[in-house]
């Protein structure tokens, strides 16, 4: 296990070492990225991300580092333990203008509006779970403490009327964990963001098969979008992604890329760039890559823009 651990840390470019504000300087250095669990869609691409800095931008190299995701990396990325972070709009919509877990507005930016996240909420099937309601009483994992799939299952949970800290046993575990307890039977019910697919979900439904099932999510949608807005919008996970006998119903987020406000206009630029001008390879990585469109890589209000990804998306 430790020597695939080291090949994979060689193959992904990612590490563990802390950043230190290298976005600020204009010289070259390490930039540390703020990812997400192990077996999600962000770890991946941002190894991809991490090679391509190295590759395309003089003086620069980049680490991938496994996270929690969201709410941590936008912390992360605020303290000057990362330089750039994958986040979820809602997360990031609650770090701009300072609600949820976080006290007042944090100065961060957007590179770009990325691809979507799925919201995957999955059950085992003898627990005889058919709505988010039925969910009162079980053993759930609500995902990595200060992530962004913890943000949608507490809001989610809520919604279908249960406290999450009351009406149910929460378990807040990592997705390789997550899916190991359902394996084992430990937790009945799962909630996981991330695109599609994620090979920790693969994993799942491979391994159970008919027992494990999907939540259809749509009675949720109106109350999210009446109390968070349009950052939750409808979307299908269609049968394919994991063999599912018929579409599942969900609830899709947008994807962030973000980084400190002080960051390097210039650096912020070629960062942006990569993005678009190297997005094959990035889709070599996770199919995921492929989501990203220049049609709406702007629309991160209300996160700021950063001045670099700004000049990019000018054509200056």
């Given at each position: 296990?430790?020597?695939?651990?080291?090949?994979?840390?060689?193959?992904?470019?990612?590490?563990?070492?802390?950043?230190?504000?290298?976005?600020?300087?204009?010289?070259?250095?390490?930039?540390?990225?703020?990812?997400?669990?192990?077996?999600?869609?962000?770890?991946?691409?941002?190894?991809?991300?991490?090679?391509?800095?190295?590759?395309?931008?003089?003086?620069?190299?980049?680490?991938?580092?496994?996270?929690?995701?969201?709410?941590?990396?936008?912390?992360?990325?605020?303290?000057?333990?990362?330089?750039?972070?994958?986040?979820?709009?809602?997360?990031?919509?609650?770090?701009?203008?300072?609600?949820?877990?976080?006290?007042?507005?944090?100065?961060?930016?957007?590179?770009?509006?990325?691809?979507?996240?799925?919201?995957?909420?999955?059950?085992?099937?003898?627990?005889?779970?058919?709505?988010?309601?039925?969910?009162?009483?079980?053993?759930?994992?609500?995902?990595?403490?200060?992530?962004?799939?913890?943000?949608?299952?507490?809001?989610?949970?809520?919604?279908?009327?249960?406290?999450?800290?009351?009406?149910?046993?929460?378990?807040?575990?990592?997705?390789?964990?997550?899916?190991?307890?359902?394996?084992?039977?430990?937790?009945?019910?799962?909630?996981?963001?991330?695109?599609?697919?994620?090979?920790?979900?693969?994993?799942?439904?491979?391994?159970?098969?008919?027992?494990?099932q999907f939540l259809d999510l749509s009675p949720e949608l109106p109350k999210l979008q009446a109390e968070f807005g349009p950052v939750y919008q409808?979307?299908?996970?269609?049968?394919?992604?994991?063999?599912?006998?018929?579409?599942?119903?969900?609830?899709?987020?947008?994807?962030?890329?973000?980084?400190?406000?002080?960051?390097?206009?210039?650096?912020?630029?070629?960062?942006?760039?990569?993005?678009?001008?190297?997005?094959?390879?990035?889709?070599?990585?996770?199919?995921?890559?492929?989501?990203?469109?220049?049609?709406?890589?702007?629309?991160?209000?209300?996160?700021?823009?950063?001045?670099?990804?700004?000049?990019?998306?000018?054509?200056?």
């Amino acid at each position: 296990m430790a020597a695939l651990v080291t090949v994979m840390t060689i193959l992904t470019g990612c590490g563990g070492e802390r950043g230190s504000n290298s976005g600020d300087s204009k010289d070259g250095g390490r930039l540390s990225i703020a990812t997400g669990n192990t077996t999600g869609v962000y770890y991946q691409l941002g190894g991809g991300y991490a090679r391509l800095i190295g590759q395309h931008i003089p003086g620069w190299t980049a680490t991938a580092e496994a996270t929690g995701a969201s709410v941590e990396n936008i912390r992360r990325v605020v303290a000057g333990d990362s330089d750039i972070a994958f986040t979820l709009a809602d997360s990031a919509a609650d770090a701009a203008t300072g609600r949820g877990s976080f006290d007042s507005p944090q100065p961060v930016r957007a590179l770009a509006r990325i691809y979507t996240n799925y919201t995957q909420v999955l059950v085992r099937s003898d627990a005889k779970i058919r709505t988010l309601a039925d969910l009162k009483g079980k053993p759930v994992s609500t995902g990595s403490p200060n992530s962004g799939t913890e943000v949608i299952a507490l809001r989610l949970l809520k919604a279908a009327g249960l406290d999450p800290d009351k009406d149910v046993t929460r378990q807040k575990l990592s997705l390789p964990e997550t899916v190991q307890a359902m394996k084992d039977g430990t937790v009945k019910a799962m909630f996981w963001s991330g695109g599609l697919p994620t090979s920790g979900v693969t994993d799942l439904t491979t391994s159970l098969k008919d027992d494990v099932q999907f939540l259809d999510l749509s009675p949720e949608l109106p109350k999210l979008q009446a109390e968070f807005g349009p950052v939750y919008q409808g979307a299908t996970i269609e049968p394919g992604v994991y063999k599912t006998p018929k579409p599942v119903s969900t609830i899709g987020v947008p994807n962030l890329l973000v980084v400190k406000d002080t960051m390097d206009a210039d650096l912020a630029q070629k960062l942006t760039a990569l993005l678009f001008e190297h997005q094959a390879d990035l889709v070599k990585v996770h199919p995921e890559a492929g989501n990203i469109k220049r049609e709406t890589a702007t629309d991160t209000a209300p996160v700021v823009l950063h001045p670099g990804a700004q000049k990019y998306f000018a054509g200056q």
